[in-house]
C-alpha cells in the first residue's frame, strides 16, 4: 500500500496564483485532514472530512477551500496565494478516530 | 475538548528510557490518549494509544494514571532516531468533535 501520497512535493507560486494541493490515501480511511506547519511551529488543521461529501473547518480555514467528492482523494485549493501561505502542507487520514497515517507533505513559498 | 499539557522539552542521552509526561485533568470517560512523534522534516507518525491500561508496542510504553488525568509515554532506550517533537492527544471515542488537533508537543533531545 502506498498509503497517503501528496503532489507536488515542492512548488513555488507567485503572489495571486491559485493551485491545487493533491492528496490521496489507499486504505479506505473514511477521516482525512489537511495541516499546515510554519517553520518552527506547530500543526494547524485546515480542513477535515469524515467522509465522501462531508467537510469542515478546522483551526485556520481562511484562504482555502476543500473539496471531497471521493473517498480517496482530499484536494486542497489555494485561491488568490499570499506570502502568509508559505508553509509545510500535510494531509492525512483515519479509520474513523483510530490512528492518523500522514503524508510526505508539500513544501510551498509563495514569492 | 478537554486538553493536554506537556512540556516544552526534555532532554536524554542515547540508550537510557525517556519518559515523557503528558496531563490531562478534563480527560473524559470516552477520551482515548494518542501519541504521535515528529522526526525533522518528516509528516507526524503514530506512536501508541490507550484507553486505561497500560500500553505497550514495538515503538513505546504508554502508562496511563488510575485517575487518568495523566500519561506517560516511555521510550525503553532511546537512540538519535528518537529526537522529534512528541505530541499527546486526546481523542473521543463516544462522540464529541472529530477534529484532530496538535498542540506544542515536547521536543525531545537525545543526546550521543
Known amino acids: 500500500n502506498a498509503g497517503v501520497t501528496q503532489t507536488p512535493k515542492f512548488r513555488i507560486l507567485k503572489i495571486g496564483q491559485s493551485m491545487t494541493l493533491q492528496c490521496t490515501q489507499d486504505?479506505?480511511?473514511?477521516?482525512m485532514y489537511w495541516y499546515r506547519q510554519d517553520p518552527g511551529m506547530g500543526l494547524k488543521l485546515i480542513y477535515y472530512?469524515?467522509?465522501?461529501?462531508?467537510?469542515d473547518k478546522g483551526e485556520v480555514p481562511n484562504g482555502y477551500n476543500v473539496s471531497r467528492s471521493t473517498t480517496e482523494d482530499f484536494p486542497l485549493r489555494l485561491e488568490l496565494a499570499a506570502p502568509s501561505q508559505t508553509s509545510v502542507y500535510f494531509c492525512?487520514?483515519?479509520?474513523?478516530?483510530?490512528?492518523?497515517?500522514f503524508g510526505q507533505g508539500t513544501r510551498l513559498t509563495v514569492v | 475538548d478537554a486538553k493536554t499539557t506537556q512540556p516544552n522539552s526534555m532532554e536524554s542521552n542515547e540508550e537510557e528510557p525517556v519518559h515523557l509526561p503528558c496531563n490531562h485533568s478534563?480527560?473524559?470517560?470516552?477520551?482515548?490518549i494518542h501519541w504521535y512523534r515528529q522526526l525533522p522534516s518528516q509528516g507526524p507518525e503514530y506512536v501508541i494509544h490507550?484507553?486505561?491500561s497500560n500500553v505497550n508496542n514495538r515503538m513505546a510504553s504508554l502508562a496511563i494514571a488510575e485517575d487518568r488525568k495523566s500519561s506517560t509515554l516511555i521510550l525503553h532506550r532511546a537512540t538519535l532516531r528518537d529526537a522529534a517533537v512528541y505530541y499527546c492527544?486526546?481523542?473521543?471515542?463516544?462522540?464529541?468533535?472529530?477534529?484532530?488537533?496538535f498542540g506544542k508537543g515536547t521536543k525531545l533531545t537525545v543526546n550521543p
Open positions: 492525512a487520514s483515519s479509520r474513523n478516530r483510530d490512528e492518523a497515517f
Open positions: 486504505m479506505n480511511h473514511n477521516y
Open positions: 472530512s469524515v467522509g465522501a461529501g462531508i467537510t
Open positions: 478534563t480527560i473524559s470517560g470516552t477520551d482515548y
Open positions: 490507550g484507553l486505561t
Open positions: 492527544i486526546l481523542r473521543d471515542r463516544g462522540g464529541g468533535s472529530e477534529k484532530l488537533v
